[in-house]
């Protein structure tokens, strides 16, 4: 078949259909597209291939192996971020570490209460899926609380959406294992896994790992002869899959509030904990789980996904997460310590998880006095093993019992104890259960769920207590969720969660075990305590207060009109991203740093020399993608922004410049520290506007929408072209956050009218977080281009020579797309140090030492086209052969609409972004090659084996020994800086080749744009600062001598390391 062809894979027969090689993942920007080749080539029903289930339905997975530098959790949750609006959305990803993430959007299926059976008890409340299928095919979501309860409460209408159970097959399925080749060519794992993990400290290092692990699938389901055939499934894939969006930046909820009620007080809630306790005198309870729900009204929306991120901080570290956003306007969120159970096949894990202290009293104590210090606390836990180890008892005889210990937490610890068991067929008259996979999983779902840990003892008379007591519906909190497949199931208790309603109405549960000598009080406390990731995730607004009014009054309580529109400035550049600002010292800026100061989303770092400070920006500005803003003062402190303008500039770096002036009348006057600073930076600037003295004569509004234009053109928004910008503040007095008279003037006051704020705009920006006006950025498609094609048809051709050249890239995105690029072009790459690739696996090593060869000159090579890519390339030799080469086709993509073609040989110029360009060679149908051409190869091989002789056995120190040395003991997490003049030749030239593909292709920094050696070190202390891992520099003795100062920088508390060769 032509799919079989195009996949070269065979197929498995059990609904899996791996697409491409796992050994050559593609970039996950790319992978969608890939899919939608697969599938429009699948003219036929692939019932063969497809897993056929009990009801006669078939299911099929197509899947491609995907590569993205970071972290496999950042990966999968940013790419399910960018899916909001399309429903269901589901998340789950294990505690440790992420052994398993799993997102998905659509569905293919949704198994729900009709299927179950409805309201009937005696309803399978989990979806079955065959023997033959293949666990990668799983489901996702939950089962209600009290689904086993016979007397169960009636679904309320907040819990409608998710039945007695929903479970969901993904449409569009990404999924990460989260294992990585090892150092030493293994894999790791973690015992009593599902599937390969990381270990925690492996995971937190894995930033210099991309994942080899992860897929991108899309999941169909039909019925052959039935009213769901494989055209319209395959029509709906399509559709999917062409919908697919690509990761963004992470929604950062900055200025959002929230309104806090509870429908009972804490009186009222230690009144109940008394009635149980007389209950427990009574001898009708043991114990029992009682629950609050504290709702929480935003003032603005929130995507639940994106709600998770914010609540759970940098880690979920021995937390599972888990989303499940069945339709519009409803979402469950829960980031729980506690498993259900994991079943595969006849092996059982589950735990006991119960007794609470709060964290400080364990890093006071320690555990052993902790578990001493309790016997309230250990009784509640002996309660619950004792259950589990009953409940355990109906299916295995095989019990492992693991050491009872602290499970530690972010803001508390519990006792916890685990259980591996293998089932097996026990004649007991109180269960009668299946022991297969599904069997056993849905003997959790209904004899240990819920727990005593979660609900109570004895269970029914527990459950009775609660449904008189609780004045709502649990609905799935603290009820079994997680993934389903044919070789069993991950199943969590989902505590530590919400319910998300209408974007912005949030329900936050948490319960406590109340045993005798429980104190009503402390369980309230406890409580409190497990809500709090929730609770204060957004400041709380005072009940009757409106956001709108509250931003009003204290904007109109500011002391004058220069903290206003300072305060007005940095407030909408953090609604636009822009958080980060190096401060110069001086007076004249003392509004702008003020607002800085004062704003609890800014980062600000101070730098007593404007010129290292720049540099500095620059750097921490490469680093995070987003500009960052420069406060100084007046004079010769803005003239000394200069080369690091020029450098941003040149390398499309942005920056934005917020100079202090005094006020215009001032110029030219022989006025003190004043100088023409408007258009001091001349055509460096991407655009320029001297700003008037604060005044009530020009509208707030319109201040604000300049600061949205300016960072519009640092971004590139309207011309594709980022850089620096430059806003130039003129200021009178009082420039201190001063009212009353004026400093120097006392005749003058620097009170302002109000009312000045009081316009329809005002009200409406403050009453949201979002800036006054967005630029959107233009989406440039490749889809008809002569010149694409003529490359492909290049491409195809078997004899056809194809040189890509590689320049600086931007980030490790843009390098694995030019990986990507080259297979399918079955070019040799030549890349440039700063590219990221010339260390890889599949690039000319030693080029420039080749190429000095007159056999391998370009005339005689007879090159067909030459494709450059990304910057200018250190090498002039390189540079020498792309000319004499002459090809029929020479093609020069930059993502900027500047010429790029120095010695005048290109002939055709492409302003496109990467990204673009590999997303019309797959549109275009060419197959990837395994590998870099075979004559290549071989001569990149000869070459590495002479240099590495030359300098590893002459034992002498020169700048070649040290720059293959630096290349090949890089710590592969970190990053590298390199310095202009020689320290980046010697790079180029002889920087060892790695053989790891899984390693991320880090593109090396360097101020190529204008390529000076001024600011070098200070530009590294600042990439090191944004990019918060560990940095390599290497400099030559005039660089650092040039910028020694920048020394001080790195002397600040908390700094990164930045190890300087």
């Known amino acids: 078949r032509r799919l079989r062809r195009f996949c070269g894979f065979a197929m498995a027969g059990d609904g899996v259909w791996p697409c491409g090689h796992s050994s050559q993942p593609l970039p996950l920007a790319l992978a969608a597209r890939q899919l939608v080749q697969i599938l429009s080539a699948l003219d036929e029903t692939p019932e063969e291939e497809a897993a056929l289930q009990p009801d006669g339905w078939h299911l099929l997975r197509l899947e491609v192996a995907v590569a993205s530098p970071g972290t496999s959790t950042g990966l999968v949750m940013d790419w399910l971020e960018a899916q909001a609006g399309v429903f269901p ?171 806090r009620s509870e429908e009972h007080s804490q009186d009222e809630f230690e009144a109940k904990v008394r009635e149980a306790l007389k209950a ?33 901080g940098k880690t979920h570290r021995k937390q599972y997460l888990f989303v499940f956003e069945p339709v519009p306007g409803a979402a469950f969120v829960s980031l729980t310590p506690e498993r259900l159970c994991r079943v595969q096949g006849t092996d059982l894990w589950t735990e006991a998880v119960a007794g609470t202290w709060p964290i400080a009293e364990f890093e006071k104590i320690g555990e052993a006095a902790l578990l001493a210090s309790s016997q309230k606390n250990n009784n509640e836990h002996q309660l619950v093993v004792d259950y ?141 305590l497990k809500m709090q990731q929730y609770t204060e995730a957004f400041p709380v607004l005072a009940a009757g207060s409106e956001q709108a009014t509250l931003r009003l009054k204290s904007l109109g309580e500011l002391p004058n009109m220069n903290t206003l529109w300072a305060s007005l400035i940095v407030e909408e550049c953090v609604r636009l991203g822009v958080t980060n ?56 402190a803005v003239a000394n922004l200069l080369p690091a303008v ?20 001032l110029r030219e006057t022989g006025a003190n520290q004043t100088i023409t600073q408007p258009g001091i930076f001349g055509p460096y600037a991407r655009w320029v506007k001297d700003m008037p003295c604060p005044t009530v004569e020009f509208p707030a ?82 889809g008809v281009s002569s010149v694409v094609d003529e490359l492909v048809e290049f491409a195809r051709r078997q004899d056809s020579r194809i040189i890509l050249l590689v320049g600086s890239l931007r980030h490790a995105d843009e390098a694995l797309m030019v990986e990507d690029m080259a297979q399918r072009l079955g070019a040799a790459v030549f890349a440039d140090i700063t590219s990221g690739l010339r260390q890889r696996p599949g690039v000319v090593h030693f080029a420039d030492q080749l190429l000095n060869c007159p056999l391998l000159a370009a005339d005689f090579l007879q090159i067909d086209v030459v494709l450059h890519v990304g910057g200018p390339l250190v090498s002039a030799r390189l540079n020498a052969f792309s000319k004499a080469a002459e090809p029929q086709l ?124 001024d600011g070098v070190m200070s530009t590294a202390a600042g990439f090191c600062h944004g990019v918060g891992v560990p940095t390599t520099l290497v400099i030559g003795d005039i660089a650092s001598i040039h910028d020694i100062n920048a020394l001080q920088q790195l002397a600040s508390a908390g700094h990164l390391s930045l190890t300087v060769v």
């Not at 008892?393 to 519990?414: A, E, M, R, Y």
């Not at 607002?595 to 010129?611: M, S």
Request: charged content about 20%; proline content about 7%.
């Open 701 to 782: 509004q319109a201040l604000l929408g300049d600061i949205d234009l300016a960072i519009a053109h640092a971004d590139g928004l309207l011309s594709g072209n980022p850089g620096p910008v430059h806003l130039n503040m003129c200021f009178r007095e009082n420039l201190a956050p001063d009212g009353g008279a004026v400093r120097g003037a006392p005749e003058r006051t620097s009170a302002w009218d109000p009312s000045y704020l009081d316009t329809p705009q005002m009200h409406r920006w403050c009453s949201g977080n979002e800036p006054r006006s967005v630029y959107v950025r233009s989406v440039l498609s490749l």
């Open 581 to 636: 600002f190096v401060i110069c010292a001086g007076s004249r800026s003392t509004p702008l740093v003020v607002a800085v100061a004062r704003h609890p989303h800014t980062q600000a770092v101070v730098n007593h020399d404007e010129r290292s400070g720049a540099f500095y920006a620059l750097g921490w500005a490469k680093a995070t993608r987003r500009p960052v803003g420069i406060i100084v003062t007046s004079g010769t």
């Open 280 to 312: 427990f005198e009574g001898g009708q309870l043991r114990k029992v789980v009682l629950a609050r729900r504290v709702d929480l009204q935003l003032t603005q929306q929130v995507d639940a996904v994106a709600l998770l991120r914010h609540v759970m």
């Open 388 to 528: 589990i180890r009953e409940i355990l008892g109906h299916v295995s005889k095989q019990i492992k019992v693991c050491d009872t210990h602290i499970l530690k937490l972010k803001n508390l610890v519990h006792i916890k104890q685990s259980y591996h068991a293998i089932a097996k067929v026990i004649q007991t008259q109180a269960v009668a259960q299946r022991l297969d996979a599904h069997g056993l999983s849905l003997f959790f779902c209904e004899h240990m769920s819920p727990t005593p840990a979660v609900c109570g003892l004895p269970l029914a008379h527990s459950r009775r207590f609660l449904r008189g007591i609780e004045p709502f519906d649990r609905g799935l909190y603290a009820a079994p969720c997680g993934i389903v497949n044919s070789r069993g199931s991950e199943l969590i208790v989902a505590l530590r969660s919400c319910l998300v309603r209408g974007g912005s109405h949030l329900h936050v549960y948490a319960g406590a075990g109340i045993v005798p000598g429980s104190s009503p009080s402390e369980e309230f406390a406890e409580i409190s």
């Open 646 to 665: 020029v450098e941003a500039a040149m390398s499309q770096v942005p920056l934005l410049l917020l100079t202090a002036d005094r006020p215009a009348e």
């Open 890 to 1013: 020479h093609i020069r993509v930059a993502h900027a609409p500047i010429r790029m073609d120095q010695d005048y040989t290109v002939t055709h110029h492409i302003p496109c972004s990467l990204q673009a360009l590999a997303e019309a060679l797959v549109e275009r149908g060419l197959s990837r090659y395994p590998g870099p051409p075979a004559f290549w190869k071989r001569l990149s091989d000869a070459a590495e084996e002479v240099v590495d002789a030359l300098l590893t056995q002459s034992g002498a120190f020169t700048e070649p020994f040290v720059a293959h040395t630096v290349s090949r003991l890089l710590h592969p997490g970190g990053h590298l800086q390199i310095s202009s003049s020689m320290p980046i030749r010697d790079l180029d030239f002889f920087s060892k080749p790695s053989l790891d593909a899984t390693l991320t292709p880090h593109p090396p920094v360097a101020n190529r744009g204008a390529a000076g050696i």
């Open 89 to 259: 959305r589901v998340l789950f990803c294990t505690r440790d570490a992420g052994s398993l993430l799993v997102a998905g959007s659509g569905a293919a299926h949704v198994y729900s209460d009709a299927a179950c059976g409805g309201g009937d008890p005696a309803g399978t409340v989990l979806p079955e899926l065959s023997p033959q299928t293949n666990e990668r095919i799983r489901y996702v979501g939950g089962v209600r609380f009290d689904a086993f309860d016979p007397e169960g409460q009636h679904v309320r209408p907040e819990w409608e959406p998710f039945g007695r159970c929903c479970w969901v097959l993904p449409r569009v399925e990404l999924s990460s294992t989260g294992s990585r080749l090892n150092s030493s060519g293994g894999e790791s794992s973690e015992a009593g896994s599902s599937c390969p993990s990381l270990s925690r400290s492996e995971a937190e290092d894995s930033r210099g790992h991309r994942l080899v692990n992860a897929v991108l699938a899309v999941q169909l389901r039909w019925q052959p002869g039935g009213g769901h055939s494989w055209a319209v499934e395959r029509r709906l894939s399509l559709e999917a899959l062409k919908n697919v969006r690509l990761c963004q930046a992470p929604i950062a909820y900055r200025g959002i509030h929230a309104r």
